[in-house]
């Protein structure tokens, strides 16, 4: 089923700055497959996050558009849900409750009151956080957090499910089981996925190509890696796996010997957040 | 389930008495409850020794400064009088059905009045009065301060627009609004059958147009911070508008908005006195206008007690304001200051 399931066509966009508009992506193309894994890749600052918040609906493209099954999309919804990088959870909901925020919202009129909450239970369990159901997000740990947020994520039935840096706040063990997590998970419902990392052994470990990025302003898709090594993957295996080494070095080159330089990444971090602010307002 | 937890919070609650049940009164609970009452309680009785020493040095011609001596005698008094007077509406009443009864005994068609007691507020009543005005006039200012608060936080220009009003009106005196008040409720609050008297519609109107404004910034304020991220969480939803208020809207802005809240309250009852001794509506500010005026031996003692029990009952009015807070808020760290 190798068809074209999400089209970045073309895409660019311009933020409004006081000394100008500020090009921040150019032209970045991009067709992905019904249940493919990507990884977004690069510097940080070179507009990885804006590809996903264009794709999430969250920003406007200046010019191109994004196509889902066919269909130009171009506000926010469930369909396409996001993991947030800080969990966004609501932190005067319980874990049950802000899964089960996402799960009636998306839901009304197409599932009984039972049917519900056997849907967020059950993707609480995915994540294994049923024993923290009547906990605030202020009682839990990071990674807890970042669970709960994915199950609210998987609970909207997402045809694509966008990561922005899901583990980057995260330490190196906490991680480590992340993934090990998403990686079962991803088995199981073989979902369309689009992550954005500065992670290289993430990237390598979870992904079905990496897409690696240049470096702002005019930030646009440098060279696109097919990862083919076997599923499922072991992180311990794999360290001694001659293809996967191969692979983080090509990686690596790229972003550290082809694309390194980082003049420009303060401002394009300063232009982001004023958009941020704007966009909220 | 609920059970458990009301279990569990009783025992927590029941904790130092159960430690102390079981191990004596240790050296450090000891040390705890000496700082937590004893420190407060040295801090009250210099005080009290301090105004003792000083109150017989200050000479007026209404006679010497009441010292606290005189002032819980006049606190006693004042109870009594209350006592007194309640007796006698009673048995006013007693005497008018008496009468009535006696009437309809001898024809029972006989038209009977029941006619209300007049008898002077004592100055329990007059606290009641006061109390039911605060409350009346910060629930209304409430009720408007919140949702424009919310809706100019929301939006950029309600902000724009309605900002140069709020900066202008918020400085404003409760005494520059009274004749404003009186003669607009004169003039059009007119029948015959009036639910509320004119002077409890002013007091009233005065502490709402003061008590508006922390509210009204304060929850504006709270709205605006909504972190972005919380907003995108609602925009991938596509919560409505409505769902939006109620699920991030509010809640986010729930401790800035009781922020508000407790200023203005605090407002209203200041506001409150000073209307009401202007004005001389009823209440605790009449009072102290009255016995100001009257200028017995007594009057500045009873002045004091007035004094006193109004910033006990702010005190108290402020801390059901936290214990509300605490119980409605989530962010369940709120300091108990």
């Known amino acids: 089923m190798n068809t074209t399931h999400l089209e970045l066509s073309q895409v660019s966009i311009e933020f409004p700055t006081p000394t100008g508009p500020y090009q921040a992506l150019d032209q970045v193309g991009l067709k992905i497959n019904r249940g493919e894994f990507v990884s977004l890749i690069g510097h940080s600052g070179c507009g990885k996050s804006t590809v996903l918040n264009i794709v999430a609906g969250l920003y406007q493209a200046t010019t191109g558009g994004v196509i889902l099954d066919g269909r130009e999309v171009n506000s926010p919804g469930p369909e396409r849900a996001v993991v947030f990088q800080n969990h966004s959870l609501l932190p005067w909901l319980s874990t049950y409750e802000n899964v089960e925020l996402a799960v009636k919202q998306v839901f009304v009129g197409k599932k009984s009151r039972a049917d519900m909450h056997d849907w967020v239970m059950h993707n609480l369990e995915l994540v294994q956080m049923t024993h923290a159901l009547d906990k605030l997000p202020s009682e839990i740990s990071g990674g807890m957090k970042q669970r709960v947020g994915i199950a609210r994520a998987l609970a909207m039935e997402p045809t694509v499910l966008l990561m922005d840096e899901p583990f980057g706040a995260l330490d190196a063990l906490t991680r480590a089981h992340l993934q090990d997590s998403l990686m079962e998970i991803q088995r199981e419902l073989k979902n369309t996925v689009i992550m954005i990392t500065h992670d290289v052994d993430e990237a390598v470990l979870l992904s079905d190509r990496i897409v690696m990025m240049t470096n702002g302003p005019a930030a646009t898709i440098g060279e696109v890696l097919d990862i083919e090594l076997e599923r499922p993957r072991n992180r311990v295996t794999l360290s001694s796996d001659p293809f996967y080494n191969q692979y983080r070095k090509a990686v690596l080159s790229f972003l550290y010997e082809r694309h390194g330089q980082k003049e420009v990444v303060e401002r394009v971090e300063r232009v982001e957040k004023e958009t941020d602010e704007s966009v909220a307002a | ?337």
């Open chain 2, 1 to 337: 389930m609920n059970n458990v937890k009301l279990m569990l919070y009783a025992t927590k609650l029941l904790q130092p008495m159960i430690t102390l049940y079981s191990n004596g009164i240790s050296r450090q609970q000891l040390r705890t409850t000496v700082a937590k009452v004893g420190i407060p309680f040295i801090g009250i009785l210099v005080f009290l020794i301090v105004w003792a020493g000083a109150a017989p040095k200050i000479d007026t011609s209404l006679g010497e400064f009441p010292g606290p001596g005189e002032v819980w005698e006049q606190t006693t008094n004042l109870y009594a009088e209350h006592q007194r007077e309640r007796d006698r509406e009673e048995r006013f009443y007693q005497r008018q059905e008496k009468r009535n009864a006696a009437k309809l005994a001898e024809d029972p068609n006989a038209e009977v009045k029941i006619r209300n007691y007049t008898g002077k507020p004592t100055f329990i009543d007059q606290i009641g009065t006061s109390l039911y005005t605060v409350l009346a006039g910060f629930i209304l200012a409430s009720l408007i301060a919140i949702p424009v608060g919310i809706l100019i936080g929301m939006n950029k220009h309600l902000y724009a627009a309605f900002n140069p009003l709020i900066q202008i009106f918020k400085p404003v005196s409760p005494l520059a609004w009274l004749p404003l008040v009186t003669m607009v409720v004169s003039a059009v609050y007119v029948t015959n059958d009036p639910m509320f008297s004119k002077s409890f519609l002013n007091s009233m109107l005065t502490v709402l147009l003061c008590s508006l404004w922390p509210t009204i910034i304060n929850t504006a304020v709270g709205v605006t911070g909504v972190s972005s991220d919380l907003t995108n969480v609602s925009r991938v939803l596509r919560l409505n508008w409505w769902t939006h208020v109620r699920k991030i809207i509010i809640p986010s802005a729930i401790p800035m908005m009781f922020t508000g809240l407790r200023l203005s309250l605090g407002i209203a009852w200041m506001v409150l006195i000073a209307a009401e001794m202007l004005a001389q509506n009823p209440g605790l500010g009449k009072f102290v206008w009255d016995e100001f005026q009257n200028g017995s031996s007594n009057s500045l003692g009873r002045i004091m007690v007035a004094v006193l029990v109004i910033g006990f009952i702010g005190f108290i009015l402020d801390r059901s304001m936290l214990a509300l807070q605490r119980k409605v808020s989530w962010d369940k760290s709120v300091e108990m200051r």
